[in-house]
């Protein structure tokens, strides 16, 4: 595990951009695995600038969203579906039958994302208490996509885009941890407001409650860490 540390938002996302377009040149047919949340948005804007600006071709792209909350329709404006239609999908040539997102039935989601060859490359973002996807501090790291209780910090955190605490989903559907680690690739961006997650990380002790920590087990991640806003 690489971790590099950059000065700005800015820097990580163009970094991380970069690396993600160098997959797409090298293997047009790419599968990536992505991430919603704060910290990949900067990341996407850069996609957009070199598909538009570059040519940056997705038309033989393959995506998987890390997750998705339960109870919240599609078109719901908090979807992660809504999310990264508006962040990303629909400003690139990517086919909409190339789309996934996990929902109630993990092992078609599981046996998709085997049957198309396994993720390339996977984005990541990491929460405060050290979650990544939504799989959150436990007793035991687990494997593949699965419903999970969202943790109270991970509600208060998401509140903000919500109309009140109560309208917050508390349960999501997520890849595991076994699912992520299977990625060929892995990117995490990581913006300034989590250099605590990055300092704990840098402590080498991998815990299932600090499910990011799984990840010095991998043997091609790269850790972008902004230094500041």
Known sequence: MQIVTVKSY???SNLASKMIAEQIKSKPDSVLGLATGSSPVG???????RHKRDGLD??????????????????HPQSYYTFMMENLFS???????????????????????KNSG????????????????????DDVFHNKTHKIQL??????????????????????????IGT?????????????????????????????????SILH???NCTIIHASSS
């Open 10 to 12: 800015d820097e990580m």
């Open 43 to 49: 990341t996407y804007e850069k996609l957009i600038k």
């Open 58 to 75: 997705f038309s033989c792209v393959t995506t998987f969203n890390l997750d998705e909350y339960c109870d919240l329709s599609r078109k």
């Open 91 to 113: 400003h690139i040539n990517i086919p909409s039958k190339n789309i996934n997102f996990p929902d109630d039935n993990f092992e078609k989601y599981e046996k998709k994302i």
């Open 118 to 137: 396994g993720i390339d490359l996977q984005l990541l973002g990491v929460g405060h208490n050290g979650h990544i996807g939504f799989n959150e501090p």
């Open 151 to 176: 943790a109270e910090s991970t509600i208060r955190a998401n509140a903000r885009f919500f109309n009140s605490m109560d309208d917050v989903p508390k349960t999501a559907i997520t890849m595991g």
């Open 180 to 212: 992520i680690m299977a990625a060929k690739k892995i990117i995490l961006v990581a913006g300034a407001d989590k250099a605590s997650v990055i300092n704990e990380l840098k402590k080498e002790t991998v815990s299932p409650q600090f499910p990011v």
């Open 217 to 219: 087990y991998h043997p």
